[in-house]
């Protein structure tokens, strides 16, 4: 059985995130997402500091995200962010968003990030440091 990590954190909605409907602008589930991303980072030990102190960087390349329900100011938001295991030298997560008050699932995503050197040269294949941390969290 394939070891699943996850995590879940919280972010609230603020005024400056809805439109004039009062419903969140599409456009800030990004940054949801990306305090999902940082979350992980941060309990597993694979944020981007950490990636920077590796002489290597990780741009997102690719995103993708699924509506389901709307959002509203004062809502407070749950993201859970799994991470997608695979011998590619990328990191790819999954995202559920969900409305705390009532649980309701209001969001999915996905993203993609790569490998790059300090010169914005692609890296083919997982850096060592990937690879060390895989084996840490028991990936590998």
């Given at each position: 059985m394939?070891?699943?990590?996850k ?5 609230k909605?603020?005024?400056g ?6 419903i969140?602008w599409?456009?800030?589930?990004v940054?949801y ?5 940082e ?11 950490d990636i920077?102190?590796n ?7 690719n ?10 100011y ?7 962010t ?7 030298a ?13 649980n309701?699932l ?8 790569v490998?790059?050197?300090?010169k914005r040269?692609?890296?083919y ?11 840490k969290?028991?990936?590998?």
């Open positions: 394939t070891k699943i990590l995590d879940r954190t919280e972010v909605v603020r005024f995130e809805v439109d004039s409907m009062g969140v599409h456009g800030n589930y940054k997402i990306e305090e999902g991303r979350s992980f980072g941060k309990k597993y030990g694979i944020s981007y500091l920077a102190s002489n290597v960087m990780a741009p997102v390349v995103m993708s995200i699924d509506f389901k329900k709307q959002v509203y004062g809502d407070v938001l749950i993201v859970e799994e991470f997608v295991d695979q011998e590619a990328k990191i790819v997560f999954k995202f559920t968003i969900y409305r705390k008050s009532d309701e209001v969001a999915t995503a996905e993203s993609t990030q490998f790059i050197n300090m040269e692609m890296i294949y997982p850096p060592q440091f990937v690879m060390d941390w895989k084996k969290v028991g990936l590998i």
